[in-house]
């Protein structure tokens, strides 16, 4: 029986395990460095230990034992795919809340991870190591050591090959402290379907069925959703046969994802295998009312599955949009600033898993991920129309972000036909163009001043010259 | 109801009623929005039903001119962030779009290019240098 | 096509309405009195009309006609279960959200309601107009207008009836205009189960499965779930028959509840049924996925239900606990005042309808509901554990409520054990009683003042005196 | 670290060390607690970890007094809420457990009782009063 956790992570996913595991009666441990000193995963716990570095995996290990923590979750990102954190936790003793090290280091390889997956017969992606025959463009340049969009680059002509190399091996190294990369064959027009799974330690492995993932910028997921306009029961079954043989092909211990390119004739290759829980999983979670953070900690037990994949039936549609510290009008550049007003959606069928709220001070250390809005409804098109809902609810202020952004998006036709793939957001260039008109009722409602009490004689002179009409 | 605070507002040679109903709601010509302001330094900020508007303050906007006018030879910072590496010395020559410095930013790195063919006449930053959005750190004669 | 709904109600069931509404894209209409002018109900809604009071039908409806609302929602309470709204709305050309109005008018009458479902065959509690035969005390006095506990009373011996009708009688006028009220046998140990019902206007009548409703004080449901721990399959194909049965017999339309009293021995009674929205509906959701409210929306369009009772599964289990502004240790009385810290729970699975927020005033008009925290997981056990976490992350001050002694009750071993029935706070009366030590840490952080920087040399003396240690 | 505020609490001979963490945080004697304060006219009121503590300010309390002593002759109210009816006149005899008014509140009716046998002294209420909880409403002699 796991007692105490640290949690190895910050912002809304460290709130997120904590949530579970406080609900599981297990004592939860933070971790912070100092621009996190006054973050919400902070006192969300019953203890809290400054660290100099979410990376460092000794120390994470030290702090677990000085705080009397019998286990370790990584999250997602930091060290959470890197086997040394797991590799530490063994020698000292701990349990690591995830996959053996040895697994995450074959997965964490994406060349091997691929020559493992091609010999337990799963589909695979063309892959080179530096020098993709010309014919094989455009390619995409990817790192060996991790994934989310980092260290990732798309290079259409073979000129353009080494700088892409250069500076993709630079992010990779700070990334993921490894610099390597390689080359993969680009599928136009390809969706990204992703399979949860999960594997105990008797030799049980399940799919928890598909999400889709495809709604992409610069390589980084921001919606995803389950179940796929993509899917038909066929094809379910086939790509989930292949993401339980993945996992079967490395004796998976704990939750996974298993990474598919699905191209528009419906062939599909094995991507990457994610060895840790994913941004999105809320979306499994919603429709099939797994809490995976619950499996993760039941499964580092030692404890058996308690269902076998006939025994699992997804409800419903589910949907995450991931609200970023980004302007996504202005080619998606992070934002910073202090959080004035947080005013959160709510209501049936709404979740929102955040790391921030009023207050909270965004700063450019981390990732931009500030929050994640969930909605769950019996069809597609009803999430949709929650999500609209309560993404209008959803007040934000102080710090740039994409929640508008998000509005249009899923406000979009084609995206409402499912008729998506990671192309969307190129094919679409008037959702990154917003009117710079001005209406009326926003320059009157800017003159107010914050004052509860207003009359007609307190609105300045600026404001009757139609001076920001022309801004 | 009679204690609402209400008022007409003038713009553009029209008069418009208005009556706020709550802190965070007005009713505007009958029709009513849900409303949040943020007074910055460079700008107001208003949220209404749903969408936000960023008005500039007065003249300045001295950072809404930088994005604008990239091709005058001044490279400012388009994020906050880190200078992670300068890739030139003051006096050295430069063609168009090349990188000049690589900043890092919530964990994304990205270049900064020459506007335009030039000499690098002045570098206000260096490497580890954290800076504002906005920030002046190169300039091309 | 509803294109635009008056709202004719207040607090968390306006809200939660207009989230539905919003969702369809249909405009709202709240009403508000003047006690109600700063209530979080009126700025949810796209418009909003004064009325003098929430119980004038014609009032409401003039409202309807002013704001060109093509229909009414009636909420829970109030006008929900009067004949007459439903009446004005038909003569005014509106859709009343809700049954005819003789479907009110039968089931409304609480003794006509037991006749014309004794004469459909579902069985019925013995009742009596006034004078029960000896042998039948203990002895209910009901109202014959209305539910929720109000003109409600428990008689043990026939010299006390004459006062309790009296009383009840007069509760009953004031809350349902009606002050008729009628003597029902007293089931000891009775479980409550209600439930949900659906019939559209083509003849489809469905349930939705039960609820379990026994936790309550003085007849006020407090804690509700589904499914219930009383029930078998075959228990519930035969309550559910009798409840679609009940249904049929007044050929219902909308959505609507049959109540049950359920005794020790597996035996069932129809008790009245609730022809509106349920305070606790959201359990039922949370478990079939259906959105009640736009159940109710599409069946009053005149649409299809658009499932079989087969098609119907519910999945995992859901807990509602109702947060109330009353005081459970001083025999629950009301509570009033400004809510000054609200700090709503979130995390997987939790959901919170609530009618208030930081600021509101909580003023002795309306009822003590505040707010209903509901949670969902896979099984009964994590649904406790969830709700235990969620209520210890709610804080709720300004105004004494509930929420402790909520969590008091559901940490109970015969609560978590599924043994409940109606007499389970009568048989724990030391739920209600709490430590009056205060912990030398509530003395520390009461000094704090709320300054946000401290040093000892602040704290007055009278921290140091041990005064509070008497109190 | 160091710029959190610390210091020590001493009371009944212990002196026991905290840190405030946050404006909600507090470490004391090494345990961290998450709290909330309100400082009220009549009370202290502490969350903490979960539970809310009482902590009446100061001697007086009367409301207590008047909850904990129900049996002095005093009706007060127990709630705020309004009088719907008095049912006994001054000068009237009443038994022990004589309803001798009916109040209304939350929608709720509830019937005030005389505490004990004796004479109606004094009537500080009228119908249709809205009163505040602890208000004195009638006293029995």
Not at chain 1, 115 to 126: D, K, L, N
Not at chain 1, 326 to 344: C, D, M, Q
Not at chain 1, 372 to 384: G, P
């Amino acid at each position: 029986m796991i007692r105490k956790v640290l949690i190895a992570n910050r912002g809304e996913i460290a709130i997120r395990i904590g949530h579970t595991l406080r609900e599981m009666e297990i004592e939860t441990v933070a971790v912070f460095t100092d621009p996190d000193e006054h973050s919400l995963h902070v006192p969300a716990a019953d203890a809290a230990c400054h660290i100099e570095s979410y990376l460092d995996a000794r120390e994470i290990v030290r702090a677990a034992k000085e705080y009397g923590a019998d286990a370790i979750h990584p999250g997602y990102g930091f060290l959470s795919e890197s086997p040394s954190l797991s590799e530490e936790c063994e020698k000292a003793g701990i349990i690591f809340i995830g996959p053996r090290p040895d697994t995450i280091r074959s997965m964490g390889d994406k060349l091997e991870s691929k020559r493992v997956m091609q010999a337990a017969g799963v589909p695979v992606v063309p892959t080179w190591d530096g020098n993709p025959p010309a014919s094989a463009y455009p390619v995409l340049v990817k790192a060996v050591g991790g994934g989310g969009g980092k260290g990732m680059r798309l290079v259409e002509k073979a000129e353009d090959l080494a700088e892409a190399m250069a500076s993709a091996s630079r992010e990779a190294s700070k990334a993921f402290n490894d610099s390597r990369v390689f080359v993969e064959k680009y599928i136009r027009r390809p969706r990204h379907i992703e399979f949860q799974i999960l594997g105990d330690s008797h030799g049980n492995h399940i799919h928890v069925f598909e999400r889709e993932c495809s709604i992409q910028r610069r390589h980084q997921k921001i919606i995803e959703e389950t179940p796929s306009t993509a899917m038909t029961l066929k094809l379910r079954e086939e790509m989930g046969a292949a993401a339980v043989a993945a996992a079967k092909a490395v004796d998976y211990r704990g939750a996974g994802t298993v990474e598919f390119i699905l191209d528009p004739i419906g062939s599909f290759y094995f991507l990457e295998m994610n060895t840790r829980l994913q941004v999105e999983h809320p979306v499994t979670e919603m429709t099939t009312g797994l809490d995976l953070v619950r499996e993760q900690v039941l499964i580092a037990e030692g404890q058996r599955l308690l269902y076998r994949q006939a025994d699992l039936h997804p409800v419903g549609h589910s949907m995450e949009c991931r609200i970023y510290a980004e302007v996504p009008e202005e080619n998606f550049r992070p934002s910073t600033g202090t959080i004035e007003i947080f005013e959160a959606p709510a209501g049936p069928g709404v979740r929102l898993d955040s790391g921030v709220g009023k207050n909270s001070v965004v700063s450019y250390h981390f990732d931009p991920l500030l929050a994640k809005l969930i909605v769950w409804a019996s069809s597609r098109e009803a999430a949709i129309d929650r999500m609209k809902r309560a993404l209008a609810d959803f007040v934000l202020l102080g710090v740039r972000n994409n929640i508008e952004f998000l509005h249009r998006v899923i406000s979009d036709p084609e995206f409402s036909s499912g008729k998506i793939d990671t192309g969307f957001l190129d094919r679409h260039p008037e959702l990154f163009t917003v009117s710079t008109d001005v209406p009326v009722e926003a320059l009157l409602v800017a003159s107010l001043g914050g004052e509860k009490t207003v009359s007609g004689a307190h609105i300045p002179d600026v404001w009757t010259s139609g001076f920001w009409r022309n801004s | 109801m009679t204690s609402r605070s209400h008022g007409t507002f003038h713009a553009s040679g029209r008069s418009i009623p208005f009556r706020l109903l709550e802190p965070n709601l007005i009713e505007i010509d009958g029709k009513r929005y849900r409303f949040y302001v943020l007074h910055n330094r460079n700008e107001h900020i208003v949220w209404l039903n749903g969408h936000t508007y960023h008005l500039p303050r007065a003249e300045k906007g001295a950072l809404s001119h930088a994005a604008a006018a990239p091709a005058s030879g001044e490279i400012t910072a388009l994020m906050p962030g880190k200078i992670l590496r300068i890739e030139v010395n003051a006096g050295d020559t430069v063609v168009e779009k090349q990188t000049v410095a690589i900043m890092e930013s919530m964990k994304m790195e990205s270049a900064l290019h020459a506007p335009r063919a030039g000499r690098v006449a002045a570098i206000h930053c260096q490497q580890g240098q954290v800076v504002e959005m906005g920030e002046l750190l190169i300039v091309i004669d």
